[in-house]
């Protein structure tokens, strides 16, 4: 039975679905970035005082309700797929960081603690990492941003969930906590907000290129020759010589066999010695039956080909099938044939416009991928991308969001490319200087800076959050075996009679 002081079970899972909805709702397309503080503060006040299992499902109704509305897009992708990452994954795993929170007054700082570890974790498995709609995309539009210039998205995620467990302590009169907690998270977003970008190597001119066409067609669906050619009519409104470096997006190139033989190379050599500029350019290149390749090339005005990356971070039942032969026995029909080779070494392309860190579409949401090509000397950051083949707008919105966060966390210029959106321009603060429709043709062009240097996030990744929570969650549960192992003690002196205390000191 409920004692007394309790809410009702059903008035608690209505509150943790409520919880969960205002995350879901700061996450992109909708951005409603304060609700996802409130979430988390609703979250922290139906775990008070409930047992493991009711902290468990409760938080289980918070996954659900942030995580199927926000990744809804991933069900024409694979709906074997979608249900089993919201349903059993997502929803799961907060479910267990509602287990780890406890009930009493060390959730509040256990929960924002695993959050942190969760989402580290979701950057590294299943399947390389399946980092969507995180607690730091809900803030990618706000003014928290610039603390992913210190500790990336992981010490961003963690500002959220405390602020969440402020604003809770706030509605309970406790002002002087929620007000410390408040003003760490405002200075760290100031001393972000004002970290030095570092010098500059010059200035240049970029052109993103946007072909448009019909949004949610895949490659399968028609030839890849149209694509190509809507391409080619929108780079042709580049004045010649008025650009230094034109971005197109992934994979607007389908061949079968070698590029650089193919009649659609030559179209674009021709196309950059028109605009007197190298092209950076996406090609999908079949190897066989089973297997492709996905990779970015140059195409200098001179006619040659170099500077070649191919993607490393596939996206898992889009570019491969894990566990091919088994999923298949469960999901014929619904799997993509081949799968992609993943590719090795520097995603540092040098063109004649500066050296370029290269993140392939979904490897845009990985800190790490950006990180490793600025580290081996890119000046600024190229994501060439394609969302066409994608449900409804979801994807695209939140690899915006991914996009501002990866150049806030770099310091550098941001040059996403799609075929038909969206596109964007974001400069090293993050912030959004242009950004295309879905299914327009359109160039963006802009003059941005190449630059050095590094900030906190791009030297030391996810170091200081990680060991911030993990410092968090051992110092507690050290204390609590600690306490338990007294009390066990406790008891056994207790239970110990004073003759047998007597008998064990006899010889």
Known sequence: ????????WALDALLAVVAGGCICLAVPPWGWWPLA??????????????????????????????????TLWMWRLTAPGYVAAVFVGWAGLVGLV??????DQRRLVLLPASLVLLEWGLLHAPFGGVPLSELATTQAAG??????????VLLLGGAVAA?????????RGRWRPSGLILLGVVAAALLGAVWPLGSGAGEVRVAAVQGGGPQGT????????PVLNRHLEASRTIEPGSVDLVVWPENVVNVEGPFGGHPFAEQLRREAARVQAPILVGVVEGVDESEFVNYVVVVDPDGTVSGRYDKERRVPFGEYVPLRNLVESLAAGQL?????????????????????????????????RVREGVRDGGQFVANPTNGSSYWLTQIQSQQV???????????RWLVQAAPTGFSAIVDPRGELEQRSDISESVVLEATIERLGGTTPAQATGDLLPVALATGAVGSFLTAELLRRRSTTERAQRTTTSPWDSGRRGRT
């Open 218 to 225: 895949r490659f399968a669906e028609g030839d890849t020759g």
């Open 401 to 411: 969001a991914q996009s501002r966060l990866r150049a806030t966390e770099s310091g």
């Open 1 to 8: 039975m409920e004692s007394s002081g309790r809410r009702p």
């Open 163 to 171: 602020l969440g467990t402020a604003l809770l302590l706030a509605l």
């Open 143 to 152: 003014p928290l941003r610039p603390i992913a210039a210190l500790g990336g």
């Open 336 to 368: 993509p044939p081949r799968d992609q080779i993943p590719g090795v070494g520097s995603s540092a392309v040098p063109t004649s416009a500066g050296d370029v860190a290269v993140a392939i579409s979904w490897e845009v949401f990985f800190s790490r």
């Open 37 to 70: 503080f409130v979430g988390i503060a609703l979250w922290l006040l139906i775990l008070e005082d409930r047992a493991v299992v009711a902290r468990f499902g409760l938080s289980y109704l918070v996954g659900l309700a942030w995580f199927a509305p926000s």
């Open 98 to 103: 509602g287990v780890v929170s406890s009930g």
